[in-house]
């Protein structure tokens, strides 16, 4: 990775650190085991059935700290079971591990008060979400433009009725289709013209968490995260988040 390609995530790194030891977490007996959801348990019952989640492309990863979960989404699901200062250590090269990085920074933001609801919403949720994204945008940004960064379809199908909206992702099956009356463009060319074009970005949270956000914080407009997956980023980095039905966390 190169240097500017680590910037936000670097960031991230300290301010995790800080947080921990801020809170003398690193040294506690903290166990943290993660596992992969399946799409019932992650979503519950939906009206759609064209979630990520219930393709089975990708798991929500949950870890729990002290009571306190989080979660992240991955295509590379496992086990995982230590402390945080096992977590801090981790090397962070594989999807594997910056899942269990980024789930467990969202549980100890939990833990710390820092982050409420880091727990990916279920059944009507993601529905009643989409129905408040018009507002949103209305109430902040006005009429604006926006560049979607990571396909959502209840989002997408929702926010394309009332503005300007451009859909980005990387997964090849969603390149170049149509869905829900939005085609959906290759994330990985033409960033820079789509950024120039745009008002506002709504990026899922995993781009903070994979290492693909610099570029949209660099384009000095403004950034909205939306998902559980960057609940604890958003917070620590303090970027403004629109996850409005996810769950608390904290199981006590």
Same mark, same amino acid.
């Given at each position: 990775m190169t240097e500017?390609?680590?910037?936000?995530?670097?960031?991230?790194?300290?301010?995790?650190?800080?947080?921990?030891?801020?809170?003398?977490?690193?040294?506690?007996?903290?166990q943290v085991t993660a596992?992969?959801?399946?799409?019932?348990?992650?979503? @519950?019952?939906?009206?759609?059935?064209?979630?990520?989640?219930?393709?089975?492309?990708?798991?929500?990863?949950?870890?729990?700290?002290? @009571?306190?979960?989080?979660?992240?989404?991955?295509?590379?699901?496992?086990d995982f079971t230590g402390t945080l200062e096992d977590v801090l250590a981790l090397p962070l090269t594989n999807d594997y591990q910056r899942a269990i990085y980024t789930a467990t920074l969202n549980a100890t933001a939990c833990r710390t008060g820092k982050a409420a609801n880091?727990?990916?919403?279920?059944?009507?949720?993601?529905?009643?979400?989409?129905?408040?994204?018009?507002?949103?945008?209305?109430?902040?940004?006005?009429?604006?433009?926006?560049l979607m960064v990571g396909y959502q379809p209840a989002l997408a199908e929702t926010l394309r009725q009332a503005f300007s909206l451009t859909v980005?992702?990387?997964?090849p099956a969603n390149i170049g289709q149509v869905k829900n009356g939005v085609l959906i463009e290759d994330g990985a060319t033409g960033l820079d013209k789509h950024l120039a074009a745009c008002d506002v970005i709504f990026a899922?949270?995993?781009?903070?968490?994979?290492?693909?956000?610099?570029?949209?914080?660099?384009?000095?407009k403004p950034l909205v995260i939306f998902g559980t997956t960057g609940a604890g980023a958003a917070a620590l980095l303090d970027i403004p988040r629109f996850c409005p039905e996810s769950v608390d966390g904290d199981t006590k």
């Amino acid at each position: 990775m190169t240097e500017k390609k680590d910037l936000l995530f670097s960031r991230l790194q300290k301010e995790f650190v800080r947080l921990v030891d801020e809170y003398k977490l690193k040294q506690a007996e903290v166990q943290v085991t993660a596992k992969p959801l399946s799409p019932e348990d992650a979503i @519950g019952s939906t009206k759609r059935q064209d979630y990520v989640l219930l393709k089975g492309k990708e798991r929500l990863l949950q870890a729990d700290v002290m @009571g306190c979960r989080g979660q992240s989404f991955t295509g590379s699901p496992g086990d995982f079971t230590g402390t945080l200062e096992d977590v801090l250590a981790l090397p962070l090269t594989n999807d594997y591990q910056r899942a269990i990085y980024t789930a467990t920074l969202n549980a100890t933001a939990c833990r710390t008060g820092k982050a409420a609801n880091t727990i990916h919403c279920r059944n009507e949720g993601p529905e009643l979400c989409a129905r408040q994204a018009v507002d949103y945008f209305q109430k902040n940004y006005g009429k604006p433009r926006i560049l979607m960064v990571g396909y959502q379809p209840a989002l997408a199908e929702t926010l394309r009725q009332a503005f300007s909206l451009t859909v980005l992702d990387l997964d090849p099956a969603n390149i170049g289709q149509v869905k829900n009356g939005v085609l959906i463009e290759d994330g990985a060319t033409g960033l820079d013209k789509h950024l120039a074009a745009c008002d506002v970005i709504f990026a899922t949270g995993s781009t903070i968490c994979n290492d693909t956000a610099d570029a949209l914080i660099q384009s000095g407009k403004p950034l909205v995260i939306f998902g559980t997956t960057g609940a604890g980023a958003a917070a620590l980095l303090d970027i403004p988040r629109f996850c409005p039905e996810s769950v608390d966390g904290d199981t006590k």
